[in-house]
């Protein structure tokens, strides 16, 4: 039984952590299938985000633009009613600048021997340092700006333009662009170029006025390539935006387009910290040839699946823990409910036993007694494996001896004084014919230790061969 026991205890326990296991690896499955769908969903939406963002800046670099142009083509009259009188277009730049608070400086460059009293060059310039604002002659063979090409394509062609970015003279650090048209004489000939410089910083605080995450950031490129701003407001603002701007213009670097095509997707690693990110970054049309870029990190990206997966993880311990447990108290219910089953049929086996010793002790139905003058049989069934009822039946000396009886109770105690009254009944009556006596005897020997006050109704006579009853 022991072995038994064991045996059960071990597969049971087998069991129980085969159950784990599958149902660990099942929601460990259904957390990577979620894990995946929440993945690509999230990738998707960024796309879409992105996009519409880009669509947005662009929109706005645009007005901004729109709103520089504007202010000086508002100003064209001026410079042209201003032309026959050149020492007048010192006051007309300065009023510019006055008047718009975005610009760094203004100046108008005469084609070449325009003014020859000038001299072969002249540019009248006025210059906002701070809250100082200041005017210059600029032409000069030191400046000859007749050999820029911005002077040369805009005289040429007849057209307005923005410049690519360049470092501003008295401060490398600051990035500057310039918006250039031509202003006419009275023959219609160009006469010269107006132009207007402004810090990018500008552009660059609109771009990255809102982000879609903490760390992400926008980028303004020219159509040279060049790095026209960036995010002012990071630490390493500048550095960022270059590494950036180097990741576009590397042509070895995969990149694939966006669902809809609009943009370009440039994943990268930060050597440094190991971070992953995504480069969008598209050239809309109403800023062509500029690109805008934003750069999102996948730790903020998918950050909210990160705390799904933390999330479902601890939901999956909870839950495997909960079911280790019902496992546990199911198995030991099972377990005590096989102990039980081995018990009771143990049980059972051995009522099975008393029984058949129970019935042995009775006169059997095939041996019965048979004489001229009596034929005897009896049966008995139990209301339970073992009872208390009992008879018996023998003939001494032409005499027959029979008792019939039932001992108080059911059961196990009824059935070991029912042996103990069958054997007293053939031991005393061997030698004994009275029934008193023998009836006297059996209650004696009954009665002795008999601490259960159990009781036994008897019947007991010895009857005389000539007598046919029963």
Same mark, same amino acid.
């Given at each position: 039984?022991?072995?038994?026991?064991?045996?059960?205890?071990?597969?049971? $326990?087998?069991?129980?952590?085969?159950?784990?296991?599958?149902?660990?690896?099942?929601?460990?499955?259904?957390?990577?299938? !979620?894990?995946?769908?929440?993945?690509?969903?999230?990738?998707?939406?960024?796309?879409?985000?992105?996009?519409?963002?880009?669509?947005?800046?662009?929109?706005?670099?645009?007005?901004?633009?729109?709103?520089?142009?504007? $202010?000086?083509? @508002?100003?064209?009259? #001026?410079?042209? !009613?201003?032309?026959?009188?050149?020492?007048?277009?010192?006051?007309?730049?300065?009023?510019?600048?006055?008047?718009?608070?975005?610009?760094?400086?203004?100046?108008?460059?005469?084609?070449?021997?325009?003014?020859? #009293?000038?001299?072969?060059?002249?540019?009248?310039?006025? *210059?906002?340092?701070?809250?100082?604002? @200041?005017?210059? !002659?600029?032409?000069?063979?030191?400046?000859?700006?007749?050999? @820029?090409? &911005?002077?040369?394509?805009?005289?040429?062609?007849?057209?307005?333009?923005?410049?690519?970015? &360049?470092?501003?003279?008295?401060?490398?650090?600051?990035?500057?662009?310039? &918006?250039?048209?031509?202003?006419?004489?009275?023959?219609?000939?160009? $006469?010269?170029?107006?132009?207007?410089?402004?810090?990018?910083?500008? *552009?660059?605080?609109?771009?990255?006025?809102?982000?879609?995450?903490?760390?992400?950031?926008?980028?303004?490129?020219?159509? #040279?390539?060049?790095?026209?701003?960036?995010?002012?407001?990071?630490?390493?603002?500048? !550095?960022?935006?270059?590494?950036?701007?180097?990741?576009?213009?590397?042509?070895?670097?995969?990149?694939?387009?966006?669902?809809?095509?609009?943009?370009?997707?440039?994943?990268?690693?930060?050597?440094?910290?190991?971070?992953?990110?995504?480069?969008?970054?598209?050239?809309?049309?109403?800023?062509?040839?500029?690109?805008?870029?934003?750069?999102? &990190?996948?730790? #903020?990206?998918?950050?909210?699946?990160?705390?799904?997966?933390?999330? @479902?993880l601890l939901l999956t311990l909870t839950g495997l823990l909960i079911l280790a447990f019902i496992i546990h108290r199911s198995a030991k219910s099972i377990s005590n409910l096989q102990r039980a089953n081995m018990e009771k049929e143990h049980i059972e086996s051995e009522l099975n036993i008393a029984r058949k010793i129970q019935m042995d002790m009775l006169p059997k139905p095939e041996s019965e007694t048979k004489s001229d003058d009596v034929d005897i049989c009896g049966s008995l069934v139990p209301a339970k494996m073992v009872g208390g009822d009992l008879y018996d039946y023998f003939i001494r000396d032409e005499k027959l001896y029979f008792c019939i009886g039932d001992v108080s109770g059911k059961g196990v105690p009824a059935a070991l004084v029912m042996g103990v009254v069958h054997t007293l009944f053939r031991s005393v009556s061997a030698h004994e014919s009275r029934p008193d006596r023998i009836m006297g005897t059996l209650n004696e020997n009954v009665s002795q230790g008999n601490?259960?006050?159990?009781?036994?109704?008897?019947?007991?006579?010895?009857?005389?061969?000539?007598?046919?009853?029963?």
């Amino acid at each position: 039984m022991g072995n038994s026991q064991n045996t059960s205890k071990s597969i049971g $326990a087998k069991a129980s952590i085969g159950i784990l296991i599958t149902a660990a690896a099942l929601m460990l499955l259904i957390s990577g299938i !979620q894990q995946y769908s929440a993945r690509k969903q999230i990738r998707s939406d960024l796309e879409r985000n992105a996009e519409m963002e880009l669509v947005v800046k662009s929109i706005g670099v645009k007005h901004s633009l729109e709103d520089v142009e504007l $202010a000086l083509r @508002n100003r064209r009259w #001026e410079f042209e !009613q201003a032309l026959p009188y050149p020492d007048s277009l010192f006051a007309v730049t300065r009023r510019v600048v006055e008047q718009n608070p975005n610009f760094d400086g203004c100046c108008i460059a005469m084609v070449p021997d325009y003014y020859p #009293e000038k001299g072969r060059l002249f540019e009248p310039y006025t *210059l906002r340092r701070g809250d100082v604002i @200041n005017t210059y !002659q600029l032409g000069s063979d030191a400046h000859d700006y007749s050999k @820029n090409k &911005y002077f040369i394509n805009s005289v040429e062609n007849d057209t307005s333009f923005w410049s690519e970015p &360049y470092p501003d003279e008295d401060n490398p650090n600051v990035t500057l662009i310039t &918006y250039t048209f031509p202003v006419y004489d009275a023959s219609g000939c160009v $006469a010269g170029i107006v132009g207007v410089d402004l810090e990018s910083e500008w *552009l660059g605080k609109m771009l990255n006025a809102r982000h879609m995450f903490p760390s992400s950031y926008h980028i303004l490129i020219s159509g #040279e390539g060049k790095l026209i701003c960036g995010p002012k407001e990071k630490g390493n603002s500048h !550095q960022l935006a270059e590494e950036t701007l180097n990741m576009i213009n590397d042509s070895s670097l995969h990149r694939e387009p966006s669902s809809s095509g609009y943009a370009m997707l440039l994943s990268f690693t930060d050597n440094e910290d190991n971070s992953e990110g995504n480069v969008f970054y598209s050239s809309p049309e109403n800023i062509k040839p500029w690109r805008i870029a934003v750069v999102n &990190y996948d730790d #903020e990206v998918f950050e909210p699946l990160i705390r799904m997966r933390w999330r @479902n993880l601890l939901l999956t311990l909870t839950g495997l823990l909960i079911l280790a447990f019902i496992i546990h108290r199911s198995a030991k219910s099972i377990s005590n409910l096989q102990r039980a089953n081995m018990e009771k049929e143990h049980i059972e086996s051995e009522l099975n036993i008393a029984r058949k010793i129970q019935m042995d002790m009775l006169p059997k139905p095939e041996s019965e007694t048979k004489s001229d003058d009596v034929d005897i049989c009896g049966s008995l069934v139990p209301a339970k494996m073992v009872g208390g009822d009992l008879y018996d039946y023998f003939i001494r000396d032409e005499k027959l001896y029979f008792c019939i009886g039932d001992v108080s109770g059911k059961g196990v105690p009824a059935a070991l004084v029912m042996g103990v009254v069958h054997t007293l009944f053939r031991s005393v009556s061997a030698h004994e014919s009275r029934p008193d006596r023998i009836m006297g005897t059996l209650n004696e020997n009954v009665s002795q230790g008999n601490e259960s006050n159990m009781f036994i109704t008897f019947l007991k006579a010895p009857k005389p061969m000539a007598t046919r009853s029963f």
